[in-house]
């Protein structure tokens, strides 16, 4: 955390040291950047709730807001898609709704942790603290959107109620792993507009595009009936890599079942795979982050 | 932001808050202010030259518990880059700082306020920035809110208030906390006459406390009264050091030189000697 280097008792000059980073090596970075979460908990939990309490006081219906938002995205879909596709699954709504409530929290998360850093600039320039309690308070505010998107989905199960079941306790364990590859993914983006401000721009469509490739409004079962997929089994190899293609699957079996039978566990071999990935991810942007804070100050 | 040093084990305590040795700072224009991924390709593809900018180079200096430093000078000769290194923010580019003791820097007054946040809400917030523990800073409440004279307001959002509240308030949380080393960044200009003699006062109550104050300042009546030691900075070095007033009396007289030759020499359009490429 001290950015200084005590100057040497026996020589007048020092070594110079150009590098940011200094002698400080990943594994050290990376136990400081969780030392640095540790001991601002409480900075993180004031910046949340600063965070919360803006978002719900600009808009006239408040808090009701937060739970018509992820309904009216999928009111919006459910229209288009049944012009344009016709036969979709049965029950459709929810079928979408199980993809649209985690995706509106990770959207929410990434879109503020972009400019979570270059929005507090006056302040990075005159305090000395660590800055990646910034995207922190970013990833986890955006918890609050997936909270009241549960609301949402209790509304929308009285409508679909033969499928509520007990395997909707899981719902907390797929967040979890959601939120470790959130976090992670938070850090990257939130160093890396730092450095290059028209990431804020590019990341919108970076996320649109990476909505529609993840099995949302459709199945990754619909995917392997397409032809194209069927004669190149690579696409499909790559669609696996994808970690909301984990997420999204293991949310609509749960919530929604599938096409043909009643909710089930996930697949808790693919989710285990996902937050092992997850957690090497989190270790790799902690450590690019904390490699890049030195120069912020400088550069914002 | 309070850092606490480790203390080495082998040394004891050094009697100066506040040394550098031959220190430097750049900054790589290449990343300065909305750099474009496009521009950075370009960079990259073309002329692939690191282009630095010395903001500071060469200082040597020493802070001695109870002193009041004054840093003066034009703008943009390094004075602020000077106190971000001291207050931690800047890690330097060459040489080094060795800072002992608490330091508070209020480089320039409520930076970190959240606008639609409460000036009580605001108070905690700051200090959870600041570093300190929760209840140190619940402790201090009441003393801050008195003391930036802010009344019902403080239960308002800050938008709310005027330049003078939020720079009571930024000066109130920042010398609340007691520190063992104070960084001032144009402060002492903020706030009505009133509050400026308050804040006049506290800042020698601090340096009486035998604590350090390093200050940038353009009120000259304030280095020549207060300060027992100046530093002229031009261009990123230090020019001279020594007695406030003989230090003024020379950035007086170059501030008139540079008047003189700007009017002068309006139209030449030279590149600045500072932009070079680093071998």
């Known amino acids: 955390m001290i950015p200084f280097r005590a100057m040497s008792a026996t020589s007048e000059v020092p070594a110079a040291f150009r590098n940011a980073a200094g002698d400080r090596g990943p594994v050290r970075l990376v136990r400081e950047g969780i030392g640095d979460i540790r001991s601002r908990r409480r900075l993180v939990r004031y910046l949340v709730q600063a965070d919360i309490r803006k978002r719900g006081a600009d808009t006239l219906l408040g808090n009701i807001w937060w739970v018509l938002d992820p309904l009216l995205q999928m009111v919006v879909y459910v229209a288009f898609l049944s012009i344009v596709v016709r036969n979709g699954p049965p029950d459709y709504p929810l079928f979408i709704f199980a993809a649209i409530l985690p995706w509106k929290w990770f959207t929410a998360s990434v879109t503020d942790a972009t400019t979570s850093i270059v929005r507090q600039d006056a302040l990075i320039k005159q305090i000395q603290f660590p800055k990646i309690v910034l995207p922190v308070a970013a990833a986890t505010a955006g918890i609050v959107s997936f909270a009241f998107g549960t609301v949402a989905l209790g509304i929308l199960m009285v409508f679909f109620s033969d499928r509520i079941s007990w395997y909707l306790v899981f719902i907390p364990v797929i967040a979890a792993v959601q939120y470790v590859f959130t976090l992670a993914f938070s850090f990257l983006v939130a160093a890396g507009n730092v450095f290059f401000r028209d990431l804020s721009n590019v990341i919108g469509h970076v996320l649109r595009l990476w909505w529609f490739l993840s099995p949302g409004l459709y199945s990754l079962a619909a995917l392997d009936q397409v032809h194209f997929i069927q004669a190149n089994p690579w696409v499909r190899t790559l669609v696996n890599l994808n970690p909301f293609a984990i997420l999204f699957e293991a949310y609509r079996i749960v919530i929604y079942g599938t096409p043909t039978g009643p909710p089930s566990a996930p697949d808790m071999a693919a989710l285990t795979g996902l937050l092992v990935a997850s957690i090497g991810f989190l270790a790799l942007t902690t450590y690019i982050f904390k490699r890049l804070e030195p120069n912020f100050a400088k550069i914002i | ?279």
Not at chain 2, 8 to 22: G, L, N
């Open chain 2, 1 to 279: 932001m309070l850092i606490r040093r480790r203390q080495r084990p082998s040394e004891a305590k050094p009697d100066y808050a506040i040394a550098t040795a031959d220190l430097g700072v750049y900054y790589d224009l290449r990343f300065t202010k909305k750099t474009t991924i496009r521009s950075s390709f370009a960079e990259m593809i073309g002329r692939g030259r690191s282009r630095h900018f010395w903001a500071l180079r060469h200082v040597n200096l020493m802070v001695q518990r109870g002193e009041s430093l004054a840093v003066i000078g034009p703008n943009g000769a390094g004075k602020s880059t000077l106190l971000q290194v001291l207050a931690g923010i800047i890690r330097p580019s060459e040489g080094a700082v060795d800072v002992n003791g608490h330091v508070s820097g209020l480089l320039s007054l409520g930076a970190g306020f959240d606008k639609e946040l409460t000036g009580r809400e605001n108070i905690l917030l700051g200090g959870a920035f600041l570093g300190l523990e929760d209840s140190t800073t619940r402790e201090l409440l009441p003393s801050i809110i008195e003391y930036a004279e802010l009344g019902d307001f403080i239960d308002a959002p800050l938008r709310t208030y005027s330049a003078g509240m939020r720079a009571r308030l930024g000066f109130s949380i920042a010398t609340a906390i007691d520190p063992d080393i104070l960084l001032l960044d144009e402060v002492l200009a903020t706030g009505d006459a009133n509050f400026r003699a308050k804040s006049k006062a506290r800042v020698i109550e601090i340096v009486a406390a035998a604590k350090a104050v390093v200050l940038v300042t353009h009120d000259m009546a304030w280095v020549t009264e207060y300060c027992n030691r100046a530093l002229l900075i031009e261009h990123g070095a230090v020019v001279m050091e020594g007695e406030p007033a003989e230090v003024v009396e020379m950035h007086q007289a170059h501030t008139e030189e540079a008047r003189a030759r700007t009017a002068e020499a309006a139209k030449a359009a030279g590149v600045d000697p500072r932009i070079a490429p680093i071998r």
